[in-house]
């Protein structure tokens, strides 16, 4: 085996490609999934409001060997689908979610925090 040849995919692209998101409404979460194991978890809440339905995310957690390669951008970006799905308006109240919308603007109707 030649270890001086790079290798053929950086390891951000190798975790992307065996990472999952996963919607676990009861526990009102995305979940980050790396071969098996839960590595980070974008929580949420919902409520119904008289104007319509709010989702607040409350914060994005990474295990510190995931981050840096795109994974909580995943995992946000996939929160952001679904709110913009049901047609709900986002209240980005996690500082990691709010720098991702300033990045992608006019994404999801947004909420007042």
Not at 16 to 24: A, G
Not at 29 to 37: K, P, Q, S, T, Y
Not at 52 to 63: A, E, M, N, P, S
Not at 66 to 85: C, P
Request: glycine share 8%; proline share 4%.
């Amino acid at each position: 085996m030649n270890f001086r040849r790079k290798p053929t995919q950086r390891a951000e692209q190798i975790l992307q490609q065996i990472s999952q998101v996963e919607h676990n409404p009861d526990r009102e979460r995305f979940e980050l999934w790396v071969a098996g194991d839960l590595v980070g978890v974008l929580g949420y809440h919902a409520e119904h409001c008289v104007d319509g339905d709010v989702v607040t995310v409350l914060h994005t957690v990474l295990y510190d060997e995931y981050t840096g390669h795109g994974l909580a951008t995943r995992l946000t970006r996939s929160a952001v689908e679904y709110i913009k799905q049901t047609g709900a308006r986002l209240r980005p109240v996690c500082t990691f979610t709010r720098h991702y919308l300033e990045s992608h603007p006019g994404q999801v109707q947004l909420a007042a925090v």
